[in-house]
Nanobody, 124 residues
Framework: EVQVVESGGGSVQVGGSLRLSCTVS????????LGWYRQPPGDMCELVSLVNTHDEIIYTLAVKGRFTIYHSQDNGKNKVELQMNNLKPEDTGVYYCAEDGIVDGGRCDMGGYWGPGTQVTVSS
């Protein structure tokens, strides 16, 4: 059984930093992707960043230069972290970690394995 567990959300002021962590267990990461997605309040779900098995990394344009994704493996578990710097109010939302995540019609959790999400709030 695949399990996805996120941690590290919270409330910060503009310009602050947070580091999100996600542990994914129960599968072999030999194909596909691990990534972070977010759903701002009242808005559509979007990809924030992902890394695939070829070590290719994607960032959505809004976070390039501010967020960094890290992937590591230990004892059969995959860990994917998201370092978020210079946070802005528009970064506010629920952040989800997913393995082979699919977003459809603006909705998260439309395929793949997703965690329950962690809230990030950036206030000015």
């Amino acid at each position: 059984e695949v399990q996805v567990v996120e941690s590290g959300g919270g409330s910060v002021q503009v310009g602050g930093s947070l580091r999100l962590s996600c542990t994914v267990s129960g599968f072999v990461f030999d194909d596909g992707s691990l990534g972070w997605y977010r759903q701002p309040p009242g808005d559509m779900c979007e990809l924030v960043s992902l890394v695939n098995t070829h070590d290719e990394i994607i960032y959505t344009l809004a976070v390039k230069g501010r967020f960094t994704i890290y992937h590591s493996q230990d004892n059969g578990k995959n860990k994917v972290e998201l370092q978020m710097n210079n946070l802005k109010p528009e970064d506010t939302g629920v952040y989800y970690c997913a393995e082979d995540g699919i977003v459809d019609g603006g909705r998260c959790d439309m395929g793949g394995y997703w965690g329950p999400g962690t809230q990030v709030t950036v206030s000015s």
